[in-house]
């Protein structure tokens, strides 16, 4: 039981490039949500999903895209990468869809955007 | 706009000591307050909650007290470790109708053995 995984754990890129995160949770949860943590702002919420099917924004959506490819799998898609999305992206996943319950976090993803 | 402010920044406390850290909320819909434990190079983990119907609530080591009047609530660590050294995140969230946490902006704890 692995939990909730992503890759990569480190991605640097270029000013305009594209990039996919992967994440993928074990558990059968309904929900899955990505956060960008950044110093002194804590966690923001990106996109979320509260089924297969469906995405919703978060606080910070703006040059982003999600995709719900099945229950497992969420990804989130910088597609012209710019440095204010340097970041540490964190996926995580609930069992319920309401906002008590408890999220379980993957290890995260250090991204540098030149 | 910082919809839960986090206080203080940082906190660094003597091993045995207690570690207090204060979190405030403007928002009369949250009624579900978790804090949130993350180790350097790892994703958060929760690691207690209240609802605004009680105004404590103990864990171990680890209380919650709520001040619902005030809009605010705080983490405090008794008899603080070495092991505790983390960042603490406070979080908020109505508890039906919505999928969002809020999350305060952290505390770095460090404790000195």
């Known amino acids: 039981n692995a939990g909730v995984t992503q890759t990569p754990k480190f991605q640097v890129l270029k000013t305009g490039q594209s990039m996919t995160l992967q994440c993928a949770q074990d558990?059968?949860?309904?929900?899955m949500y990505w956060y960008r943590q950044d110093p002194g702002m804590g966690l923001r919420l990106i996109y979320y999903?509260?089924?297969?099917?469906?995405?919703d924004k978060g606080e910070v959506p703006n040059g982003y895209n999600v995709s719900r490819l099945n229950k497992r799998e969420f990804s989130l898609r910088l597609e012209s990468a710019a440095p204010s999305q340097t970041s540490v992206y964190f996926c995580?996943?609930?069992?319920?869809?309401?906002?008590?319950?408890?999220?379980?976090f993957g290890p995260g993803t250090r991204l540098t955007v030149l | 706009q910082q919809q839960v402010k986090q206080s203080p920044q940082s906190l660094i406390v003597q091993k045995g000591g207690i570690s207090i850290i204060n979190c405030a909320y403007e928002?009369?819909?949250?009624?579900?307050f978790p804090w949130y434990q993350q180790f350097p190079g790892k994703g958060p983990a929760l690691l207690i909650a209240i609802r605004p119907d009680v105004s404590e609530k103990k864990e171990g080591r680890f209380t919650i007290s709520f001040n619902k009047s005030a809009k605010q609530f705080s983490l405090h660590i008794m008899d603080s470790q070495p092991g505790d050294s983390a960042t603490y995140f406070c979080?908020?969230?109505?508890?039906?109708?919505?999928?969002?946490?809020?999350f305060g902006t952290g505390t770095r704890l460090t404790v000195i053995p």
């Open positions: 928002n009369t819909a949250f009624d579900y």
């Open positions: 995580a996943s609930s069992p319920g869809r309401g906002g008590s319950d408890t999220q379980y």
């Open positions: 979080a908020a969230t109505p508890e039906t109708g919505a999928n969002n946490l809020f």
């Open positions: 999903s509260a089924s297969e099917g469906t995405t």
């Open positions: 558990m059968n949860h309904n929900s």
